[in-house]
């Protein structure tokens, strides 16, 4: 039955994460850049095209609103969700720079660039990583298993063992929810 075997797919590839040491401690180290760059009064910008634009606004609410419980916000935004600078930069410069004029006018050193793209080929994200690299930014990204073009330009990089767009991007939501849950307990212990 092809419902059981998406299912079947997608829990494989958690299991492959699971088992992954590196790439678990690859995940602890980006909770504890979020969480000190957030402690030192940072801000954390996501980028994505499509699936990976709404994993980003989601986990930038996650982080503006709140995860388990009430507790002040914090500053996190998902750069695609003004759509006047958006269009405005893709018309007057182009959409590979839909992101990196943001970056360039909202980022600072000690920041946080979180980028993702299943391909980890997007010019768009990728302009960004180099824009976020130049403000001396901390670069995070989210791809699938090659990492494309993304795994030279982050200083994390978490490549979601699968080539499957669907089940990287179901990961990628996973491993979003433990980032953001741990920067909420990290932060505002109970």
Same mark, same amino acid.
């Given at each position: 039955?092809?419902? =059981?075997?998406?299912?079947?797919?997608?829990?494989?590839?958690?299991? @492959?994460?699971?088992?992954? $040491?590196?790439?678990?401690? @690859?995940?602890?180290?980006?909770?504890?850049?979020?969480?000190? &760059?957030?402690?030192?009064?940072?801000?954390?910008?996501? &980028?994505?095209?499509?699936?990976?634009?709404?994993?980003?606004?989601?986990?930038?609410?996650?982080?503006?609103? @709140?995860?388990?419980?009430? !507790?002040?916000?914090?500053?996190?935004?998902?750069?695609?969700?003004?759509?006047?600078?958006?269009?405005?930069?893709?018309?007057?410069?182009?959409?590979?720079?839909?992101?990196? !004029?943001?970056?360039?006018?909202? *980022? =600072?050193? *000690?920041?946080?660039?979180?980028?993702?793209?299943?391909? *980890?080929?997007?010019?768009?994200?990728?302009?960004?990583?180099?824009?976020? !690299?130049?403000?001396?930014?901390?670069?995070? *990204?989210?791809?699938?298993?090659?990492?494309? $073009?993304? $795994?030279?330009? &982050?200083?994390?990089?978490?490549?979601?063992?699968?080539?499957?767009?669907? !089940?990287?991007?179901?990961?990628?939501?996973?491993?979003?929810?433990?980032? &953001?849950?741990?920067?909420?307990?990290?932060?505002?212990? $109970?």
């Amino acid at each position: 039955m092809k419902i =059981k075997n998406v299912i079947e797919e997608s829990i494989e590839v958690k299991q @492959r994460l699971l088992s992954d $040491k590196n790439m678990l401690e @690859r995940i602890q180290k980006v909770i504890d850049e979020c969480t000190n &760059c957030f402690r030192n009064g940072g801000k954390i910008l996501f &980028c994505g095209n499509g699936g990976s634009a709404a994993d980003a606004q989601h986990l930038a609410a996650e982080l503006t609103g @709140r995860f388990y419980y009430d !507790r002040k916000p914090l500053y996190a935004e998902a750069l695609h969700v003004n759509t006047s600078a958006l269009t405005a930069v893709a018309n007057d410069y182009s959409y590979d720079e839909v992101f990196s !004029r943001q970056v360039l006018a909202k *980022g =600072k050193k *000690g920041d946080i660039l979180i980028g993702l793209s299943t391909s *980890g080929n997007s010019p768009n994200v990728l302009n960004a990583l180099l824009e976020a !690299r130049q403000e001396e930014m901390v670069t995070i *990204g989210l791809t699938g298993e090659k990492g494309g $073009k993304m $795994k030279d330009m &982050c200083d994390y990089l978490i490549n979601v063992p699968s080539n499957d767009t669907p !089940r990287i991007q179901e990961a990628h939501i996973l491993i979003g929810h433990i980032i &953001c849950e741990m920067i909420e307990f990290n932060i505002f212990p $109970k």
